[in-house]
């Protein structure tokens, strides 16, 4: 598929709405948006955005589930080099607190329901944290905000002038969005996506995944690489349709692929897993899947053979936030017994290496960290110089911490990581933070957690847990829980008198993996 390639993201909302005004961009339920209504839109809030003092390098965040309104300020924000904050609903009000201190955003859209009292209470305790301007979706809150519809109007009296001039100034190194992943240390940290690297990667990805207007669900939430990149600005570069659905709904969304012709699917596995199991999934017309694709985990074989009744081609991919898309791709024709372990192979249109530890590249069948260099790569961690130092080095390249070999024919293995994340249903969980939550509880003394293979998630969290008061395993699951996404929480919580130690006194998570090992088999 040939494709334009713009230098910003958001110059495809003109690019589209000029050449297909009334094709369908964004879709929720029986909410329809035509290009020429997302440009309008977009432009509208961009000016709003403006008069209210933001600024290029300024930050808005948003806290909303993935809907057409809320990817729409995205783009309104990134349009006049302001950067995008998402905040994901399943957030613990601690962790939503850690990403708005940090960013400190000009704007606050809390795009839920206004009558829903705890998110009310979540707005407010994250405006006291210094934000100037909080925009609720349905109406005003007195004392804390503005509706949607009031901010808009705010921008309509801005000179059509300074909103061209100020769009014309965005570069494509200007950060597009900021999004937040954990590191080792536990401290989340915003890593800048660049409007160049969305476009870039959004047009090679279109170029091997999409045909003529592509139908893509996104129920992936957009504060993930996933939902905001490798969905909807990928199928932004496409001149596509994103149907969204606002919660995970297996059934829901085999429903929604009939209703909708959608024409790809993109899940990480575990989504994949709960929705052929559900009786929609032999009982719906899926015939307008041309591809069915995941990203985030291995997808195990049984499930593959499943997928491929449906008579859509199968495909993957290897990319982190910190690349901004995918840099390896699965072919069309890759058998089954590939597709269960192979990211694929390097796009050409990226440079990509497996280094060892010295530095020197991997011979085909050797293990090397998998390295990436160019433009689309982060801008670096948000006021975290350190942090972007200890990722990408002097020479440009983003060390993934991903470990991999290139097997014969170029296809990638992942094998695994010099750094202790583990990711569970697709998500990204550092040990660090978790182990840092449950540290809180007054009962415990030390904690360590590691990754442990699932089958269902991909890996799970195991807690080993020394405790200095009485307390038990569920009783500590659910401070966890009350502290940390639902993903993040452990799956097992293993009650120690001590845990091992190597000669230099840290924990041998070496040996705790070899224990719950030995416990599962």
């Known amino acids: 598929m040939s494709l334009t390639h713009l230098e910003r993201i958001t110059d495809y909302v003109d690019h589209w709405a000029q050449r297909y005004p009334d094709r369908e961009a964004l879709v929720l339920d029986d909410d329809r948006w035509s290009y020429a209504r997302l440009r309008a839109h977009v432009h509208s809030c961009s000016a709003a955005l403006l008069a209210a003092g933001v600024r290029r390098g300024d930050r808005v965040a948003l806290l909303g589930h993935q809907r057409p309104e809320c990817y729409a300020v995205f783009l309104a924000t990134a349009a006049i ?45 994250l405006a006291a944290l210094g934000v100037a301007r909080v925009v609720t979706k349905d109406r005003a809150v007195p004392g804390l905000s503005e509706s949607h519809d009031e901010f808009l109007r705010g921008g309509s009296d801005l000179p059509a002038e300074q909103l061209a ?3 014309a100034a965005v570069r494509p190194a200007d950060p597009a969005a900021m999004i937040y992943t954990s590191g080792t240390t536990g401290r989340p940290k915003g890593a800048l996506v660049p409007h160049g690297g969305l476009a870039y990667c959004g ?31 990928s199928m932004l570069t496409a001149g596509g349709t994103v149907v969204f659905i606002e919660r995970f709904d297996a059934a829901g969304a085999v429903r929604t692929v009939e209703r909708e012709r959608l024409t790809h699917l993109y899940w990480i596995p575990t989504q994949l897993l709960a929705a052929v199991q559900t009786p929609e999934w032999t009982q719906t017309d899926l015939s307008s899947l041309e591809w069915i694709l995941w990203g985030g985990a291995a997808a195990p074989l049984s499930l593959l053979n499943t997928l491929h009744a449906v008579g859509a081609r199968l495909g993957t991919s290897y990319s982190l936030t910190e690349s901004t898309g995918s840099v ?80 014969p024919g170029g296809h990638i293995r992942l094998v695994g990581r010099l750094k202790e994340m583990y990711k569970s249903g697709g998500y990204n969980v550092y ?16 904690v360590a957690v590691i990754g442990v293979p699932d089958p269902r998630w991909g890996e799970v969290g195991h807690a080993f847990v020394v405790l200095r008061a009485p307390a038990t395993a569920a009783e500590l699951e659910r401070f966890a829980r009350s502290r940390l996404a639902n993903y993040k929480v452990p799956k097992v919580f293993w009650l120690e008198t001590d845990l091992p130690k190597l000669p230099v006194g840290k924990v041998d998570k070496t040996e705790l993996r070899r224990r719950a090992g030995a416990d599962r088999a």
Not at 91 to 100: G, Q, R
Not at 215 to 225: E, Y
Not at 333 to 351: C, I, K, N, Q, T
């Open 431 to 446: 040990p660090r933070e978790v182990e840092a939550a449950i540290e809180d509880h007054p009962a415990v003394s030390l």
């Open 328 to 407: 390896t791709y699965t072919d069309p024709d890759d058998p089954l017994d590939v597709l269960a372990w192979s990211v694929g192979r390097v796009d050409p249109h990226y440079e990509v290496s497996l280094r060892r530890a010295d530095g020197s590249p991997a011979a085909p069948g050797q293990s090397g960290e998998i390295v990436i260099r160019g433009d689309h790569i982060t801008r670096g961690y948000f006021r975290n110089p350190d942090a972007t130092r200890a990722a990408i080095d002097a020479d440009g390249w983003l060390h993934t911490g991903d470990l991999a070999q290139q097997e």
């Open 165 to 167: 001039s100020v769009r």
């Open 203 to 233: 047009v090679v990805q279109s170029g091997r995944w999409y045909g003529g207007a592509p139908r893509k669900l996104c129920d992936l939430p957009l504060n993930h690489i996933g939902g905001l990149g490798d969905i909807c600005t």
């Open 81 to 125: 080099g302001a950067i995008w904050v998402g905040l994901n609903p399943r957030y613990t009000s601690a962790e939503l607190a850690h990403v708005v201190a940090d960013s400190q955003p000009r704007v606050l859209f809390g795009m839920l329901d206004a009558d829903d009292q705890a998110q009310l209470r979540t707005l407010r305790e």
